[in-house]
């Protein structure tokens, strides 16, 4: 019969591509050799560098938008060296302001009274008064011919600097009648030694806040009335961000913080 006589068919399925996937995989190895090269080559690049390179190459790593604490600038000062600010070296800064200070010729007069601590705000310069008081006039918001000269000798090197700067003024515990009180003081004081040291060459953009904390931060806790608490502080900060202060209670936006009873120091 007819049907007898049929072949069978046999169909073989062939499955392609799989040799196609193995014939691209040496790229891939090779790009990561390539890669492996590459970061090897940096490696070795870095380690024959200066400590300098190595530094800032670091601190972009740390920092890569440039405006946090390995943010560094070269300050040059007296004797022509040059600072790179960051963390580490805020004592070196230290030592550059207390070179330009004794270039003038009132020098000997302050030396006793100017007081420079790195602090983890940062470098901390405080002008602190004498009895017959020194910076300021006694009483008065009014900087002295010498604090005047000082506070702009502070401003042309700080101005050199990328950082932002804090102000404040503090009084001592003299109680006295009348509308002008510590508080007052205090602020007028670093508002204008924020006027000086913008004269002197700080730029606007430099000056972060002006505090004035009449005695409520006294430097000898024990002696509230001795004038070596009366002081301008000068903080240059490692970070030019600043906390914002706390929102008002829920409920009383419009509360304000009540000020202790009114004071005078001078």
Excluded: C
Excluded at 71 to 100: F, P, Y
Excluded at 188 to 202: H, L, P
């Amino acid at each position: 019969m007819a049907d007898d006589h049929k072949e069978n068919i046999i169909i073989i399925k062939k499955i392609s591509g799989h040799a196609g996937h193995h014939g691209g995989a040496w790229k891939v190895a090779y790009a990561d050799f390539v890669t492996a090269m590459m970061a090897l080559f940096m490696v070795l690049w870095l380690l024959s560098s200066s400590a300098e390179v190595q530094k800032a190459v670091g601190g972009y790593f740390q920092d890569p938008t440039g405006d946090g604490r390995m943010m560094g600038s070269q300050m040059s000062g007296a004797g022509g060296a040059s600072v790179n600010l960051d963390e580490d070296d805020m004592a070196k800064l230290k030592g550059k302001i207390n070179s330009a200070m004794k270039e003038m010729s009132s020098f000997q007069q302050f030396k006793d009274n100017v007081k420079m601590i790195v602090t983890g705000e940062g470098l901390r310069v405080e002008l602190i008064e004498k009895e017959q008081g020194m910076f300021f006039e006694s009483g008065k918001g009014h900087p002295s011919e010498s604090g005047r000269d000082l506070i702009a000798k502070l401003a042309a090197e700080i101005g050199k600097l990328p950082n932002k700067v804090l102000i404040e003024g503090h009084t001592d515990s003299k109680a006295f009648s009348g509308a002008y009180s510590n508080w007052e003081l205090s602020a007028d004081r670093a508002n204008e030694a924020r006027k000086v040291m913008m004269e002197g060459g700080m730029r606007s953009d430099q000056v972060a806040q002006i505090r004035g904390f009449a005695d409520q931060h006294l430097r000898i806790p024990d002696d509230p009335e001795n004038p070596g608490n009366r002081r301008i502080s000068i903080i240059i900060q490692y970070r030019d961000d600043i906390p914002a202060p706390p929102p008002p209670a829920e409920g009383d936006p419009e509360k304000a913080v009540e000020a202790p009873k009114e004071k005078k120091g001078h």
